[in-house]
């Protein structure tokens, strides 16, 4: 037997002492193709899925292979979380869902194939979906397909941003489906609450300020980079999570949030930024939460010479799971 | 005075001995912005222009900063072709126009873009223009713009056509304007002379032969580039260029034509190709031949991890240059 | 439906249209792994899987992530070969096996733990196999492997070496089980014929010419690499293939036969070897060989910057087995 | 019209929505080439120049491709500073006033060329330079440039100095010109006050103290690396700028007080460096001061693979005339 | 002359004025070969030498060629320690010792070759031994010849480790001696002194925390790298060392607890490690233990693209160093 | 003992059973340091030293960490040519002599120092040099040195010159001394004689034909690399050597002849270059010249990503040694 599940696994991993890190085909932290899910770890939790898509950016493409390099960085993730002490495989039946058919010449047409492909993963009534860009416009994406997987819920979900930029600008370029536009049609388009969003990590040169008193004046919070790396930041988070209570929250992490001497690989790089350390400790902040979806975006692996920017986005996908395991232990998923 | 400009040049080349190859702001070839060509120098004989634009790829993208880095690894070009004893600033008028305005999201709306940009530099009647892409969907752009600027020759340009792939497949990923259909749609349009077409380079694994069929049936000459790289293929250009005579043509240069090895920055990089000494030596047999129009396309920086594959770039930039050089010099241009 | 298989097709591939080549969980040249091959497409003919181990070298190690970056790279592949005119999808039903448990700390033991894998794929008296390494420690176990399945035929396998170095050491530093004596152990242990083995690209430096002479008196056929660019060589190969005749043979290539300049990512890299234009022309001369077993090895990512290794590594693979598929077209694999 | 300038705007940038970042021949942060600022837009405030010279290292050279780099990666800066509030776009009128002409063999004929350079920029009594090294011999030639520009005034200029070394070293290697010398020939040539110099950054191992010795003697305030990454530092600052008043201050920036983490591309890189994060904070506590010129040098291409130190080059320039925006925002410059 | 000694050095260093930092053969540090030390240097003090193994890894290999990458990076290292305000070469004899010989396929008997060469370095009473890895089976080796040439001592050395792992499982994939059991092997073998280890910097996902209870209960103190990364560290960090007193200390400095925005260059990156600056900081606390013996390990080359893996290694190796010189100085070593 | 010396050795090499490839402060193809060098392989027949200056180029810098590169790549030579079929460390004693001391900021102060250093190496009667560049002006100065130790000969040396451009230019930037103008300054100063030069390899885009008609009307024999890459090349070159007899010449090889695809790290790439199996096969045309001094030069490291430049160079030293030693090994050295 290849796999080791003991009885109190959910999910189960390939046995290190056969398949060492370096070995086999690599799914999203060595979980398991849905395919080859047994029974008796059904439904999923959790599924993966990757978005190859990179026809919404705005400068620098190529964020279509970030899923593939963030499969083969994030073979060295393991399943225990030292700070949380939780083990991801003993709370969760976890598994990699491949990718969603890409569109690659149309932004619009593309959400809708991958929005499509979303709504086929696991039980559509328990397995949630973490997605793996990709540019920015897989945020949309899964964004809709967990609001429709919830529920449609009117008044849209909860969001917490992590981002060097807003990504609310109207139009850019001709085109309402840039990745810089996001959150401006999932707001339109009521999928999320916008007096319900947390947005962490603005910084860098800006082209115009409208956008920001755009956000700012319908109820964003807002916690610039500069901000978030002092200690003030830590209070209005808490407040903001008091404020957001036990309601659905999707968690959308763009990797340009972390410094691009930790994440070269990425399209927009902006200096100034998150450090690994501080990301972690960022996202440690949202223990608890009741996470329905979330997404990581944006890693450019032919910037990515060394790998660091894929490993770290293994490492934020971790972090996510595990503030989600840490509340399923002491209570049932809903 | 920065610039030299002897009373028998006809472009005024930066001074190497003030302005080392490592200094300035890089145009292609060193050669001057076109708005401050001078009016004795006018009227532009050759102008260059970048498109940086790689929404119509299929595999791998990042074309679009092709043009800055073949600006930047063309300063070593200089103007005397030694194999055949011309001296480029001394026959032409030449410059750089700039880049196209782009529209990033959609190939067939930045074709038009490119096309109205084309038709506005330096004297339609006169200047001949090479492209520098960008994807392959260039080609079309400038085939369009050139085949109006000479008079709309109804039965098209002829083409020689320098390529590891046919690029005639009518429809990819629902799309009829991607890179891979660019001759495709010249041809029905009207824009190229498939006659008239002679294609080199073809080389790799297939996923079908049928586009080579519709080729092959409507009279393209076709040389592999295993053909190209036996002494054998030396007579069938002798034979088609006797055949051609003293027709329009355009020239069209894939840099996945050359070995990755030599190359290895483009996207869709196909082994067993043309070294560079091989590709210089091809062109050079099409000394003579009435050039009106050419591109080179397809170089992908973030793969030129050496700049290499930018360097060869500029090199064929200065054949093709040195190929119509040879002509004008004896005849004055049309 | 994603995949999509005609009924003349023994493979089903992901469907181009939908699965673009950057997306998807990469498989050897998008073959479909080899648990969901459907029963009308068994038995399988060639089952490709990998060794990531890199033990056995005496320089640089780093190929044990060699098969994760051929799968990779391996997605430009495509069923069709145009010299050969074979579809290979039409001929042969493929598959990927993944990877084989690996003793990352002992050579002998890892051969010993992939031959028992090798054994276990597919039809042992159908299916042959093509292993993906890793180091030349590699072609020992695989070449074990096939010469049980094929009924551990006395006197040994024929052998096509092609190959920088012979690889017929005794011992280097105190083992027996360096990739620099595997050819030596297969001789020892009957496994291949000597005087039915080929050595082509023996080049560089030499810490002594005992081998050399061990491989010469014992009858090995080797033309060095210097002799294989010259037109000499043709002949040499013919006269060896007319001895060969129908027997079985195996081929082993190790990709540092081809120069440093086109396969960087190797460990013993050394100059003046094959173009990959020489290789493929090289291996096309064996078509019609009876070929029962292969591998492609010594692939190191790591010095592989802009993956052209494993480019040429994949492309290797698709011309042997061509090789084998103009064979079977004519008449029913053995 | 490609470029944009509302009625309100001193300086013209080109339309992101027609050229988009990776679009055009790339000037400092996109700023108009000098020759072509309109004359409304005159004088010019502050003009940016190219210094290509590293004759001056005394380890690893390259940084003669810094200006070229810097420009290639400040298409992504834009006009407005969100902590500072300000748009430097509206507030002044900027350019590219190209590369000085070069001497690449000898630091002392070097200087002389681009001081001469440098005093034909814009209107001397107006415009401020800001001069893009290049090794940090450019900001001799940029003080000696801006001394004279301001009149020459007795006793020198302020002196804000960032940096991982002191470059106060009377001789290295037979020459009182090399990149370690600069402030000791200033100090001499009285180009500068020693006694309103503050030095931030010193870090990493030394050869010997005598330098030290020397600058802290002659009343140089240093705030070494360690301190600055400490609160401790900020009081410091605070104090020196009381004591400076409304000085004029030159204020010269290498690339290496940033850690090597975060700028690898430099020649002398020194390891426990600032972040970006940090220089930035660091920057923005002169805002205020009355510069009068500045420099960013040191910046090395070849050793910066994935780009960031020229972009975080970029950012320094940025918040450079940031700086000089906020003072000039509320009184007209001198 | 070449090398320069005034009166007061103990070691002789390369005229900087004739031997620039780019030349000669690169010693560590630019310590003179031991074989060239006179006789008025002698006995050596601190000899520093390499263990080029990387067989005991369990991902990445590659780490044989740290100590060369080493070697040449830290010719930028100089005698002085700025904030310790000591000069190495005045307290110091040091010399560069060479590679250890190597058993390249076994661990074990690799360790008990370096343990013999190790055995043979210097004075075996006075000099002490900085190992410089390879992985970290080089701790194992250079603590036991250590341990050895210190007496032997009954309960063994205490032990400063810092690290991102703990390497103190058990067995891994059925080795006793990869580079994950170090520590499990040397409490064993009574090398170490476990209530006496301080272990910092632990972090990332974990397969079991078997290994984490199993040293909490013999008394290891752990400081895990979040907590070090928050003032709290600094006051445990001081009882331990009261704890220790003057106890003989081995320290072992894996180059993963920096984290892989410093450190890329290693074969088990783990983001939200130490930045430089923080290692630096950790180590100085540690100024005045009586330190017998060090390494520095597990420096992969190959994923060193800009070198600054090998550059901050080589900074540790001089803190290393200068820790000891500080307790030196006071007092005569023991 | 480390070393191995059979009897009939007259170089020590170190033994590859204990210190594998990747061990050991690396010198030249693993050859002794001179001051190691046992009497009884005294006088030693060529010494090679690194001369690690790049002030003298035009474009890119950083050849002065060539000989360092080339001593690590170098470690893969070993002794025996296999074509040749010839020991080097039989026929030679063979070291290597570090490298000479360095005047960074000026070439002909350079190239003075680099002489004295070349005269004091090994028995100046016997013992020949071949210096490892650095840039070209290295040639000149271990042409004078040659020169000088083989008896100031009058008419100057034979010359043996294999490069891209014939760097016979009079001037560049105001200089001498550039690498562009060794020949002409050799010429003038009667080392060379160059009725007895033959120059391989020219290629690329001219500035100017005057040094190339210079040359020509002086009688230097000039083959170009497309001529040379032609059958044609043959019989000039054995017309040539007949021409030569038993003439003292001077082999200089500047690594840019080698096309980039092969030799990237250089400081002026240029396209259409020889691939390393021409390279070799030219050389080996001159096997049995009566070689007395040679250089490799122009290895430019930070542009040689993947090692393969420096490879290469090391290959040609070898080549170089092998040319030399097939002369030997018949006659006694003069």
Redo the contacts between chains.
Sequence with gaps: M?GMAAPNLRTTLPN????????????FCRFP?I??VPPQQQPIDWAIY?V?F???V?????A??G??AI??ESQ????????HNVNLAEVFSLA?A??????????KENIDSVVEFAQSIGDPRHTRLLAVGGDHTTAYANIRATWQRRGAPKGGLALLHIDAHMDIVDV????K??HGSVFRRAAEDGLIDVRRMLSIG????????DDLDFARQRGVEII???EA?TGAARQRITNFLKRLGDQEVYLTFDIDSI????A??TG??????L???QA??LLRQFAGVNLVGADVVEVLP???????TA??AS?II?EILALSAVRTRSRPPS
Aim: aromatic share 10%.
């Design positions: 290849l290190p002492r056969q398949f060492l890190r370096f070995a086999g085909i690599p799914t193709q395919q080859s990757g190859p990179d026809g919404g705005t400068y620098r493409p190529g279509r292979f899923p593939r499969r083969t060295y993730i393991k399943p225990i979380h030292l700070e990699d491949g990718d969603a058919p890409i569109k690659p010449f149309d932004s850019i370029a001709g085109s489906w840039s603005l910084r860098g040169p800006l082209n115009s300020t610039t980079c500069a790396q410094d691009p001497a930790y070269p690989g927009t790089p902006t200096c100034g930024g450090t690994s350390a972690f400790e032919d910037r990515d010479v060394t790998g660091i490993l770290v490492h971790f």
